[in-house]
């Protein structure tokens, strides 16, 4: 069984910036392929950025390229997702998400097979 623990949510103003990380834990918890996901209330989840299990390739969506970077730490079996320019419309639940979608699927939230809890994340204007 795998673990996967979200944190560094919070309130900011809009043009602020937060840091997510996920911290990854369990019996099986080898280097997956990982994303960050969102769901804002009333919409569904969509992908947000992703990045291989040796952190040598990264996807992102159309609507946060330029503005947050995902990386990983995989010593430490750690996610990170750099908010930064942040906007109204990124207000939502950040949830990170192991062993799935590998390249071009990567937004696929169908082909995740393990899931964390989620970090809130609200801006303000």
Same mark, same amino acid.
């Given at each position: 069984?795998?673990?996967?623990?979200?944190?560094?949510?919070?309130?900011? &103003? +809009?043009? =602020?910036?937060? $840091?997510?990380?996920? #911290?990854?834990?369990?019996?099986?918890?080898? %280097?997956?392929?990982? /994303?960050?996901?969102? &769901? +804002?209330? =009333?919409?569904? $989840?969509?992908?947000? #950025?992703?990045?291989?299990?040796?952190?040598? %390739?990264?996807?992102? /969506?159309?609507?946060?390229?330029?503005?947050?970077t995902i990386s990983r730490?995989n010593r430490r079996k750690?996610?990170?997702?750099?908010?930064?320019?942040?906007?109204?419309?990124?207000?939502?639940?950040?949830?990170?998400?192991?062993?799935?979608?590998?390249?071009?699927?990567?937004?696929?939230?169908?082909?995740?097979?393990?899931w964390g809890q989620g970090?809130?994340?609200?801006?303000?204007?």
């Amino acid at each position: 069984q795998v673990q996967l623990v979200e944190s560094g949510g919070g309130s900011v &103003q +809009a043009g =602020g910036s937060l $840091r997510l990380s996920c #911290a990854v834990s369990g019996y099986n918890s080898r %280097n997956y392929f990982m /994303a960050w996901f969102r &769901q +804002a209330p =009333g919409k569904e $989840r969509e992908g947000v #950025a992703a990045i291989s299990s040796g952190g040598g %390739n990264t996807y992102y /969506a159309d609507f946060v390229k330029g503005r947050f970077t995902i990386s990983r730490d995989n010593r430490r079996k750690l996610l990170y997702l750099e908010m930064n320019s942040l906007e109204p419309e990124d207000t939502a639940m950040y949830y990170c998400a192991a062993d799935g979608g590998y390249g071009d699927v990567w937004s696929e939230v169908a082909r995740y097979n393990y899931w964390g809890q989620g970090t809130q994340v609200s801006v303000s204007s």
